[in-house]
């Protein structure tokens, strides 16, 4: 069975961190585009950052730019978003994606491209 599970999320205060994860089951990462979206109470989902299957070519949205940072690891078949000096404009459900299309990483992002979604983690920042 196809599967992306996130976890790392919970409730943080800002200037906190988080580290979400991102693992795939059912099959190999190695030729996906993968990518971290969020969706606001009220808002459209957002592409956050998305990183390429080769050179590791990375794409952040640029309300992110400088304090997130997007990786992954093949041989841990998982992606990871680390979250630094997190705002509360930065709550949301978080979502990672992946695509074996040939999408750039930015265009993975700003058009919400991904064959296999997880179900999400929550992320609140609030004091």
């Known amino acids: 069975q196809v599967q992306l599970v996130e976890s790392g999320g919970g409730l943080v205060q800002p200037g906190g961190s988080l580290r979400l994860s991102c693992a795939a089951s059912g099959f190999t990462l190695d030729f996906y585009r993968l990518g971290w979206f969020r969706q606001a109470p009220g808002k459209e989902r957002e592409g956050v950052s998305c990183i390429s299957n080769n050179y590791g070519v990375t794409y952040y949205a640029d309300s992110v730019k400088g304090r997130f940072t997007i990786s992954r690891d093949n041989a841990k078949n998982t992606v990871y978003l680390q979250m630094n000096n997190l705002k509360p404009e930065d709550t949301g459900v978080y979502y990672c994606?992946?695509?074996?299309?040939?999408?750039?990483?930015?265009?993975?992002?700003?058009?919400?491209?991904?064959?296999?979604w997880g179900q999400g983690t929550q992320v609140t920042v609030s004091s």
């Open positions: 994606a992946a695509s074996l299309s040939g999408y750039t990483a930015k265009t993975m992002c700003r058009e919400l491209r991904g064959d296999y």
